[in-house]
C-alpha cells in the first residue's frame, strides 16, 4: 500500500507541480552558472547508493560535503538558493526519486554517501532496511538542529512504529513545519 500510495502521489504532484517547478528550474539557470538539477550521491535502501536530485541551491564549488560540516555554508548558497532552502522548494525534485522507487514520502532522510558515522549507526539500528523518505519523523522533530545519534533514534523509532497513520501524521507536520520554514539551518 505504501509504495502505491508514494507512485499515486507523486505522479499527482509532478503533474501539478510542473510549470512552478519549471519556473524553479529557470530561476536557477538564470540566476548561477551550472545546471538546473544537483545529483547527490545518497544511501538508499540496504545502503544501497543511488543519485538523487534537488534543485541547486548550492554554487558548483561547493565541496560535496554536509552543509553543516561547511565553515560558512552561506558563502556557497546561489542567489536563490537561501529561500530555495528555507522554502524546501529545492526539494521537489525527488519526487521523481519517490516515482522511480528510490525514495518514499516518508522514511529517514537519505545520508550523503560520506557520511559514515549515520550510515553505520543507521545500520546497527536496522534503519537501513528501509527506504529513505523525503521527509521523516527525525525531520518533524529538529531536522537540520539534531545530532547523528538523535537523528537515528527518531529513524529507529519510526522502523518500529511505521504504519500508514504514522506517515500520515508525519506528512501533516512537515507541511506546518515548512510553511513555518521550522528547523531550517542553511
Not at 1 to 11: A, G, I, W
Not at 130 to 135: D, K, M, R
Request: aromatic letters at 10%; proline letters at 6%; charged letters at 20%.
Amino acid at each position: 500500500m505504501k509504495r502505491t500510495f508514494d507512485f499515486v502521489l507523486s505522479f499527482l504532484l509532478l503533474a501539478c507541480l510542473g510549470v512552478p517547478m519549471l519556473l524553479i528550474a529557470l530561476l536557477v539557470k538564470l540566476t548561477s552558472p551550472g545546471p538546473v538539477l544537483y545529483w547527490s550521491d545518497r544511501v538508499g535502501r540496504c545502503n544501497v547508493i543511488f543519485r538523487m536530485p534537488k534543485f541547486r541551491s548550492m554554487r558548483v564549488d561547493t565541496p560535496a560535503v554536509a552543509t553543516h560540516l561547511l565553515t560558512n555554508p552561506d558563502q556557497f548558497l546561489t542567489p536563490i538558493g537561501k529561500f530555495l532552502r528555507k522554502s524546501s522548494l529545492d526539494e521537489l525534485p525527488q519526487l521523481l526519486s519517490i516515482l522511480t522507487g528510490n525514495m518514499s514520502f516518508v522514511g529517514p532522510r537519505p545520508a550523503l554517501f560520506n557520511q559514515d558515522d549515520l550510515i553505520e549507526l543507521r545500520t546497527r539500528k536496522g534503519v537501513h532496511l528501509i527506504t529513505p523518505g523525503l521527509t521523516g519523523w527525525a525531520q518533524v522533530n529538529g531536522r537540520d538542529e539534531l545530532l547523528i545519534p538523535v537523528k537515528v533514534e527518531f529513524d529507529s523509532y519510526y522502523v518500529q512504529n511505521s504504519s500508514f497513520l504514522f506517515d500520515l501524521r508525519i506528512i501533516f507536520l512537515t507541511l506546518v513545519k515548512v510553511l513555518k520554514t521550522d528547523g531550517v539551518q542553511h
